[in-house]
């Protein structure tokens, strides 16, 4: 089964601006498929539910993006933030087969969008 739909206006049901808001549903399998857009550079987000993983999500408001991705059994696997130029990434792993179920590992790095270089 598959649902496409469009619809102008937000959650309170006002209408905002023409071709502004736009749904996309769409139930493959049992799979759910959900993105919101609002085109002005606001909101982007697009959710993929698979047997209950949330498996990734965008939200850019005002030129800032932030991105987490696999989200299983309650860990955030990875994050991707963009705020005013610089770069912020993030690393929770949490596996059996690769480390102790205790240990976390964590990482991060800032990069300076305009030269590319690690931001120290």
């Given amino acids: 089964m598959s649902i496409d739909f469009k619809m102008r206006g937000d959650d309170s049901g006002k209408v905002v ?3 502004v808001l736009e749904w996309s549903v769409e139930i493959r399998e049992g799979v759910l498929e ?5 085109r002005e550079g606001v909101l982007e987000r697009s959710v993929d539910i698979r047997e209950g993983v949330l498996e990734w999500s965008v939200d850019i408001r005002e030129g800032v993006l932030e991105w987490s ?6 860990v955030l696997e990875w994050s991707v933030e963009i705020r005013e130029g610089v770069f912020e990434w993030s690393v929770d792993i949490r596996d059996d087969d690769a480390i102790n179920v205790d240990d ?5 790095v ?7 270089q690690p931001v120290i």
Avoid at 34 to 38: A, G
Avoid at 69 to 74: F, K, L, W
Avoid at 110 to 116: I, K, M, P, Q
């Fill in 69 to 74: 991705v696999a989200i299983r059994e309650g």
């Fill in 110 to 116: 800032e990069v300076d969008l305009a030269s590319c």
């Fill in 104 to 108: 976390e590992v964590w990482g991060s």
């Fill in 34 to 38: 959900w993105s919101v857009e609002i």
């Fill in 17 to 19: 601006d023409e071709e």
